[in-house]
């Protein structure tokens, strides 16, 4: 039997404007010692078509963030001599945002794809997101400027909103 590491952030409680309360799953990920148990899709990287060399699950949030303010949410910088392959990035607030997935190579953004979710009162309060390849969003490591990258912005008119991102790619070698 494989070693097994569980990661299990469970739940958050959000009460909405008109006094209801709100209970969100936020994160359950598995991380097995041969490679991220996950996504099945298009990225081709679950089952066993594609064992991840070496894979980086890297969790980021930010609290309160206010009404139309937007945050940048980087991940793990990729190191020299790798190659970053996203197989998947999670997605998740408790307010309705807009999600811009990016790649940064040497301070320039590159952007990946733009999400919109309606966060905990409407039905897709969180999105996980998958390259359409997985080559599609490759990012050569230079070991200090080169990372992923989602801007989130609070779309809510009048509530803060607690924002959650997780990154899930591969480092390989050049």
């Not at 994160?27 to 070496?54: K, R, Y």
């Not at 997605?91 to 320039?108: D, E, F, R």
Request: with cysteine.
């Amino acid at each position: 039997m494989a070693d097994t590491l569980t990661q299990n952030v469970t739940h958050e409680s959000f009460t909405t404007g008109e006094g209801n309360t709100l209970l969100l799953t936020l994160l359950a990920t598995t991380l097995l010692s041969q490679g991220v148990i996950g996504p099945q899709g298009p990225a081709g990287t679950g089952g066993d078509e594609m064992v991840p060399e070496f894979p980086i699950i890297d969790v980021k949030s930010s609290s309160s963030l206010g009404s139309g303010d937007s945050v940048n949410l980087d991940s793990v910088i990729v190191p020299d001599f790798k190659i970053g392959k996203v197989q998947q990035v999670t997605l998740s607030c408790s307010a309705a945002a807009k999600w811009v997935i990016q790649k940064m190579y040497n301070g320039v953004s590159t952007t990946l794809d733009i999400i919109f979710t309606s966060g905990l009162t409407g039905n897709a309060a969180t999105y996980e997101w998958e390259p359409p390849h997985r080559d599609y969003a490759e990012l050569t490591g230079d070991g200090t400027t080169t990372f992923y990258r989602v801007s989130t912005t609070n779309l809510d008119g009048r509530n803060p909103a607690n924002v959650y991102v997780t990154f899930m790619f591969d480092e390989v070698d050049e």
